[in-house]
């Protein structure tokens, strides 16, 4: 962690600056010693010489007040200045003598430049500039900073600052210091040193031993030995610093890892942790970064539980959990992607995961496909498993540890799709376009298990014409689909039995039509003196923007023999309205009018902003962005949806008393609402409201107006001003259940949550900083009002932070614990600790 490297690197530029033992070449016409000023006016002596180097012959400028040459020794005194490459040498006094490329300096040595903006100071000093070694004394330097005539900032990802009694430049790019200090903070006053007898650095890495680190001039830690890499694009491979914690849980933490740096692109970290109460925990990952948008990242954890005793019940809640994800482009149009999970334990994840949403996270899905397109067509070729906690009964509570029989696990293996984007048949404005797929399925879920793979085909094209006059714009389109299934269902069913497969093929056809209108938008401004007051000196836009969709689907009478893999399976017979309008209100400054909105001229394009809901002349949109121009911005979107149904029954699929699933219903919300025959839908509500630059405010529910009630109901806030912000989400739903059936426990999903998130300070800027969250269950009975709650308080100086946190879950029977986190940052060097930022409150 800790960086060793210190003014080695700063001398680079004595490499540029060799002066061999060759004589000089005569000078060009013009530039003898006699066309010299010698004059009282001339204070500055400059002379140019040919300084040949190994590679290959550059220029050095030399300037002096003073200057003398005795046999091949030059004498330069009074602010000595030698400009070589991009590097410059200064001194008060400088002797070099041009046989032996040996040179001497004293007082106020500087030297300065190199693309690393290497700047270093000594008291003197000796070089040869030939073999490119040096002794410098009393220095002070730095690696990476560069000035701006107002202060010194960083130029580069891996800057130092160091001092030392004497450095030893033993080769081109090997170094020793002694005596010296390491430090990321800027002199004066570092808020961190580490200091060394010794530091020797070469081509690779920075080494010291026997190392003291001091926080505020305070001696802390005593390092052995430490390591770090020199060059900034290079890593370097070492053991990390020890993480250690505390968890009522799990006990004593001890933990170690050990980072391997493959190469530039690839690298691999390894581990393990001990809890004293349950046993050992080990990790891995693996991370690859290459050209363009090619990458691979894997993770590996996994704990030999010992197990525990909760309420007189020995629970082993070991497991393991892998990880992958990557993608591969071959071409533009081609590449290969994968996103794939391996979950062996429910229990595991909920009693030893680090943050509470995956912690109470119950699906999986793992894909990986490779997709070529071209255009406007693309083929696809996918696997992909899905493994999801789906709990017949609600034994004591929602936390509660699953059983492997409680898995729903579904399997593409694989699925061959083909589709396209629409395309125009030749000028007619008809429009076509086509989903194709085939597929092997299976699933396993308690008491059933699809026999082997079942195959599908499905086939649906469509046709549309899309239309607009006055305004207006409407889409009719009509398709079909056909979809052959290997085996089936067995018919009539209860949904209290065991499905039962069955070896018969099945097919199933539909036609669909649907006509999609939009009105012409409504819209009003405000602008008079009363709302510009009101609204903060902006004028106001109200738009109303109404749409209906009529859809019809028939042929589908074999619903309930289908089984039931993805989305393509509860495709069903529909006759329905979706109607529903979208009302904004816009801001605009009155001071700030980059453009005035105007009709369009006759034969002037239009287009659709589909952001703010309205037609735009090109002159008012930004055509790259689809965002409106002219100063304004939206404060209020407020969306009203719902359906009509004028086939109640959906052609027969809707099974009384029990959760019913359509395509339909799922493409309205994610809610179901459908336990028996009905006519009208829920009214869904979507309400977004951005106060101001610091404030946002969104409130979505499903109102059922059969029953009277709020299925879902949903609160979102988030404010932040300067270093304060602050958070509250809540979440209700009261829908029907998995199983809606009589007697059943979970008939009806009832859950009543609040978060809360506030905090100040900032993880960037220096000064305090303090953080609190909870998450309460309002309708807690079996279980305490606490799901999860945390308290982190950190202080950032300039260069250095420290946070620690005390984090709380409380998850039924599963996971009752506390644990405290920490984590130390060294600027532009590391963290060391156990608070990872992805769990950082900041």
């Given at each position: 962690?800790?960086?060793?490297?210190?003014?080695?690197?700063?001398?680079?530029?004595?490499?540029?600056?060799?002066?061999?033992?060759?004589?000089?070449?005569?000078?060009?016409?013009?530039?003898?010693s006699?066309?010299?000023?010698?004059?009282?006016?001339?204070v500055?002596?400059?002379?140019?010489?040919?300084?040949p180097?190994?590679?290959?012959?550059?220029?050095?400028?030399?300037?002096?007040?003073?200057?003398?040459?005795?046999?091949?020794?030059?004498?330069?005194?009074?602010?000595?200045?030698?400009?070589?490459r991009?590097?410059?040498?200064k001194?008060?006094?400088?002797?070099?003598?041009?046989?032996?490329s040996?040179?001497?300096?004293?007082g106020?040595?500087?030297?300065t430049?190199?693309?690393?903006?290497?700047?270093?100071?000594?008291?003197?000093g000796?070089?040869?500039?030939?073999?490119?070694?040096?002794?410098?004394?009393?220095?002070t330097?730095?690696?990476?900073?560069?000035?701006?005539?107002?202060?010194?900032?960083?130029?580069?990802?891996?800057?130092?600052?160091?001092?030392?009694?004497?450095?030893v430049?033993?080769?081109?790019q090997?170094?020793?210091i002694?005596?010296?200090?390491?430090?990321?903070?800027?002199?004066?006053r570092?808020?961190?040193?580490?200091?060394?007898?010794?530091?020797?650095?070469?081509s690779?890495?920075?080494?010291?031993?026997?190392?003291?680190?001091?926080?505020?001039?305070?001696?802390?830690?005593?390092?052995?030995?430490?390591?770090?890499?020199?060059?900034?694009?290079?890593?370097?491979?070492?053991?990390?610093?020890?993480?250690?914690?505390?968890?009522?849980?799990?006990?004593?933490?001890?933990g170690e890892?050990?980072?391997?740096?493959?190469?530039?692109?690839?690298?691999?970290?390894?581990?393990?942790?001990?809890y004293?109460?349950r046993?050992?925990?080990?990790?891995?990952?693996?991370?690859?970064?290459?050209?363009?948008?090619?990458?691979?990242?894997?993770?590996?954890?996994?704990?030999?539980?010992?197990?525990?005793?909760?309420?007189?019940?020995?629970?082993?809640?070991?497991?393991?959990?892998?990880?992958f994800?990557?993608?591969?482009?071959?071409?533009p149009?081609?590449?290969?992607?994968?996103?794939?999970?391996?979950l062996?334990?429910?229990a595991?994840?909920?009693?030893?995961?680090?943050?509470?949403?995956?912690?109470?996270?119950?699906?999986i899905?793992?894909?990986?496909?490779?997709?070529?397109?071209?255009?406007?067509?693309?083929?696809?070729?996918?696997?992909?498993?899905?493994?999801?906690?789906?709990?017949?009964?609600?034994?004591?509570t929602?936390?509660?540890?699953?059983?492997?029989?409680?898995?729903?696990?579904?399997?593409?293996?694989?699925?061959?799709?083909?589709?396209?984007?629409?395309?125009?048949?030749?000028?007619?404005?008809?429009?076509?376009?086509?989903?194709?797929?085939?597929?092997?399925?299976?699933?396993?879920?308690?008491?059933?298990?699809?026999?082997?793979?079942?195959?599908?085909?499905?086939?649906?094209?469509?046709?549309?014409?899309?239309?607009?006059?006055?305004?207006?714009?409407?889409?009719?389109?009509i398709?079909?689909?056909?979809?052959f299934?290997s085996?089936?269902?067995?018919?009539?069913?209860?949904?209290?039995?065991?499905?039962?497969?069955?070896?018969t093929?099945?097919?199933?056809?539909?036609?669909?039509?649907?006509?999609?209108?939009?009105?012409?938008?409504?819209?009003?401004?405000?602008?008079?003196?009363?709302?510009?007051?009101?609204?903060?000196?902006?004028?106001?836009?109200?738009?109303?923007?109404?749409?209906?969709?009529?859809?019809?689907?028939?042929?589908?009478?074999?619903?309930?023999?289908v089984?039931?893999?993805?989305d393509i399976?509860?495709?069903?017979?529909?006759?329905?309205?979706?109607?529903?309008?979208?009302?904004?209100?816009?801001?605009?400054?009155?001071?700030?009018?980059?453009?005035?909105?105007?009709?369009?001229?006759?034969?002037?394009?239009?287009?659709?902003?589909?952001?703010?809901?309205?037609?735009?002349?090109?002159?008012?949109?930004?055509?790259?962005?689809?965002?409106?121009?002219?100063?304004?911005?939206?404060?209020?979107?407020?969306?009203?949806?719902q359906?009509?149904?004028?086939?109640?029954?959906?052609?027969?699929?809707?099974?009384?008393?029990?959760?019913?699933?359509?395509?339909t219903?799922?493409?309205?919300?994610?809610?179901?609402?459908?336990?028996?025959?009905?006519?009208?839908?829920?009214?869904?509500?979507?309400?977004?409201?951005?106060?101001?630059?610091?404030?946002?405010?969104?409130?979505?529910?499903?109102?059922?107006?059969?029953?009277?009630?709020?299925?879902?109901?949903?609160?979102?806030?988030?404010?932040?001003?300067?270093?304060?912000f602050?958070?509250?989400?809540?979440?209700?739903?009261?829908?029907?259940?998995?199983?809606?059936t009589?007697?059943?426990?979970?008939?009806?999903?009832?859950?009543?949550?609040?978060?809360?998130?506030?905090?100040?300070?900032?993880?960037?800027?220096?000064?305090?900083?303090?953080?609190?969250?909870?998450?309460?269950?309002?309708n807690?009975?079996?279980?305490?009002?606490?799901?999860?709650?945390?308290?982190?308080?950190?202080?950032?100086?300039?260069?250095?932070?420290?946070?620690?946190?005390?984090?709380?879950?409380?998850?039924?029977?599963?996971?009752?614990?506390?644990?405290?986190?920490?984590?130390?940052?060294?600027?532009?060097?590391?963290?060391?600790?156990?608070?990872?930022r992805?769990?950082?409150?900041?």
């Amino acid at each position: 962690m800790i960086t060793i490297m210190v003014l080695a690197a700063s001398h680079p530029h004595l490499r540029a600056q060799e002066v061999t033992s060759q004589a000089t070449p005569p000078a060009e016409a013009g530039e003898s010693s006699s066309s010299l000023p010698d004059g009282p006016e001339a204070v500055r002596y400059p002379v140019a010489a040919v300084l040949p180097s190994t590679d290959d012959a550059t220029t050095a400028s030399i300037e002096s007040d003073t200057q003398s040459k005795i046999g091949s020794r030059f004498i330069l005194d009074g602010d000595v200045e030698i400009h070589y490459r991009d590097r410059i040498i200064k001194a008060d006094h400088i002797e070099f003598d041009e046989d032996t490329s040996d040179l001497t300096a004293n007082g106020h040595l500087h030297v300065t430049g190199g693309s690393n903006h290497e700047d270093l100071t000594a008291s003197h000093g000796t070089m040869n500039l030939n073999k490119q070694t040096a002794t410098f004394y009393d220095v002070t330097g730095s690696v990476g900073l560069k000035s701006t005539g107002h202060a010194m900032v960083y130029a580069s990802s891996n800057p130092f600052l160091f001092t030392g009694r004497m450095v030893v430049r033993t080769g081109p790019q090997t170094y020793e210091i002694y005596d010296g200090s390491l430090t990321t903070c800027q002199l004066p006053r570092p808020d961190w040193m580490l200091y060394s007898g010794k530091f020797a650095v070469d081509s690779e890495k920075a080494k010291a031993q026997n190392s003291t680190f001091r926080l505020m001039n305070i001696p802390v830690l005593f390092l052995p030995y430490v390591t770090h890499p020199v060059d900034s694009e290079q890593r370097q491979s070492g053991i990390l610093i020890p993480a250690i914690s505390y968890s009522s849980s799990k006990g004593f933490i001890l933990g170690e890892q050990y980072y391997w740096a493959i190469n530039r692109s690839t690298d691999v970290t390894v581990g393990a942790q001990y809890y004293s109460l349950r046993g050992w925990e080990q990790s891995a990952s693996f991370r690859y970064r290459g050209l363009g948008n090619n990458f691979a990242k894997a993770k590996y954890s996994g704990l030999l539980d010992r197990g525990i005793t909760t309420n007189g019940v020995y629970l082993n809640q070991g497991g393991e959990d892998v990880t992958f994800s990557g993608r591969h482009d071959f071409t533009p149009q081609t590449r290969v992607v994968a996103d794939a999970e391996y979950l062996s334990s429910y229990a595991y994840r909920q009693a030893f995961a680090e943050s509470f949403s995956l912690a109470v996270s119950s699906d999986i899905l793992s894909i990986v496909y490779g997709v070529h397109e071209a255009d406007g067509f693309d083929a696809s070729a996918r696997v992909d498993r899905y493994q999801g906690l789906k709990m017949a009964f609600q034994a004591a509570t929602p936390t509660v540890p699953a059983i492997p029989e409680e898995q729903v696990r579904i399997f593409h293996a694989p699925s061959l799709d083909f589709s396209s984007t629409e395309h125009e048949i030749s000028r007619s404005g008809v429009q076509w376009r086509l989903d194709s797929s085939y597929a092997g399925l299976s699933r396993v879920e308690p008491g059933f298990s699809s026999g082997g793979l079942t195959q599908r085909v499905n086939l649906h094209p469509e046709i549309s014409y899309p239309l607009s006059f006055d305004g207006w714009r409407v889409r009719a389109s009509i398709g079909a689909r056909e979809t052959f299934y290997s085996r089936s269902r067995q018919t009539p069913y209860r949904v209290d039995l065991i499905p039962v497969e069955l070896p018969t093929p099945l097919n199933r056809a539909d036609v669909e039509a649907e006509v999609d209108m939009r009105a012409p938008v409504v819209e009003r401004t405000f602008d008079s003196p009363a709302v510009e007051k009101f609204f903060n000196n902006n004028d106001v836009k109200h738009t109303i923007e109404p749409e209906v969709t009529y859809r019809y689907v028939s042929g589908i009478n074999n619903f309930l023999n289908v089984l039931r893999f993805d989305d393509i399976d509860i495709m069903s017979d529909t006759n329905e309205l979706q109607y529903g309008v979208t009302q904004r209100l816009f801001l605009r400054p009155v001071k700030k009018r980059p453009c005035q909105e105007k009709p369009p001229s006759p034969g002037q394009e239009q287009n659709w902003d589909e952001d703010i809901g309205r037609v735009q002349t090109r002159e008012q949109i930004d055509l790259k962005s689809r965002k409106p121009v002219c100063g304004s911005r939206e404060m209020i979107t407020w969306q009203l949806t719902q359906k009509y149904f004028f086939n109640e029954n959906f052609g027969g699929a809707v099974i009384n008393g029990r959760r019913n699933i359509f395509d339909t219903t799922l493409n309205l919300s994610g809610i179901a609402f459908l336990t028996e025959p009905r006519a009208i839908s829920p009214l869904i509500s979507r309400l977004r409201v951005r106060t101001s630059a610091h404030m946002d405010v969104e409130w979505d529910f499903d109102y059922d107006t059969g029953a009277k009630k709020f299925t879902s109901n949903n609160v979102l806030v988030d404010v932040h001003e300067g270093n304060v912000f602050g958070g509250l989400s809540y979440a209700r739903l009261n829908a029907p259940g998995r199983f809606y059936t009589e007697g059943v426990l979970s008939s009806v999903s009832n859950f009543d949550q609040l978060r809360l998130l506030m905090g100040y300070g900032s993880p960037t800027k220096p000064g305090l900083g303090i953080a609190g969250n909870v998450g309460l269950d309002l309708n807690a009975t079996n279980t305490g009002l606490l799901e999860y709650g945390a308290v982190q308080a950190s202080y950032n100086w300039d260069c250095c932070g420290f946070s620690v946190e005390v984090r709380k879950y409380e998850l039924g029977a599963v996971r009752n614990e506390t644990a405290e986190r920490f984590n130390f940052t060294l600027l532009n060097i590391g963290t060391a600790g156990n608070l990872r930022r992805a769990a950082s409150l900041f």
